[in-house]
DNA sequence: TATTGGATCGCC
DNA sequence: GCGATCCAATAG
């Protein structure tokens, strides 16, 4: 199996960080179930130069992961019914993460199909919501260090894809900014008007 | 202590 | 286009 992403892979500017994730894969391994997926699309959010971060005020119990030591996830939960993955990223003091939006899966599909009560693949992981469904990412997994053993990173060599950015999804704040970024025609990105950009 | 609106999704 | 349904952050 290709290696785990060192920790300075994350241990990066924000926006060098999230366009690098793409092409990687997630693996989830919860027991003897092992999922995983490429990820074809991601967000940046920063510090207080970033409106439309959870970082944006300073440091509270919900967002403090994201001041603290590159390369571990931050997991949180959202309209009361959904959860969402981040990689935290920058120097231990600075805030920042990429939002991890959606993923083409790659193993334990049944599992994933099983979980999130549907067949059709493409539906799957392509939304931040439907992939923590799909590989079982919840708020205990808030924290959890991406070089251990049930949730990380492999870079298996992919690479030729074509990126592009757009303005991040569902954000009033910061829409100036392009830190959005997913593969170029790839199926399992999440829908927008963005796309055909 | 009360209010408000969100880094979503699925159905109308 | 809108409701479901929780909770963090802000205001009072």
Redesign the pocket.
């Known amino acids: 199996m290709p290696a785990k992403l060192p920790r300075s892979f994350y241990c990066r500017p924000t926006l060098d960080v999230a366009p690098d994730l793409l092409g990687k894969i997630l693996v989830r391994i919860k027991g003897k179930t092992v999922t995983s997926g490429r990820i074809v699309e991601v967000?940046a959010?920063r510090n207080a130069d970033d409106p439309?971060?959870?970082?944006?005020?300073?440091l509270?119990?919900?967002?403090h992961l994201?001041f603290g030591e590159a390369g571990h996830a931050?997991v949180?939960?959202?309209?009361?019914?959904?959860f969402?993955?981040?990689v935290v990223t920058e120097k231990a003091g600075t805030a920042g993460?990429?939002?991890i939006?959606a993923l083409e899966p790659l193993g334990g599909i049944g599992v994933m199909e099983k979980r999130?009560?549907?067949e059709n693949i493409h539906?799957l992981g392509?939304?931040?919501?439907?992939?923590?469904?799909a590989m079982s990412i919840d708020r205990a997994l808030n924290g959890e260090d991406y070089l251990g053993d049930t949730l990380f990173l492999i870079d298996d060599g992919f690479s030729g894809f074509r990126i592009k950015r757009s303005p991040?999804?569902?954000?009033?704040?910061g829409v100036d900014k392009r830190w959005r970024f997913f593969i170029q025609g790839n199926g399992y990105v999440?829908k927008n008007k963005f796309n055909a950009l």
């Open positions: 967000e959010y439309a971060s959870h970082a944006y005020r300073g509270t119990p919900r967002n994201m931050y949180y939960f959202i309209y009361g019914m959904y969402c993955v981040n993460a990429c939002l939006r999130r009560g549907i539906d392509n939304g931040p919501g439907k992939l923590c469904q991040r999804i569902g954000i009033r704040a999440t």
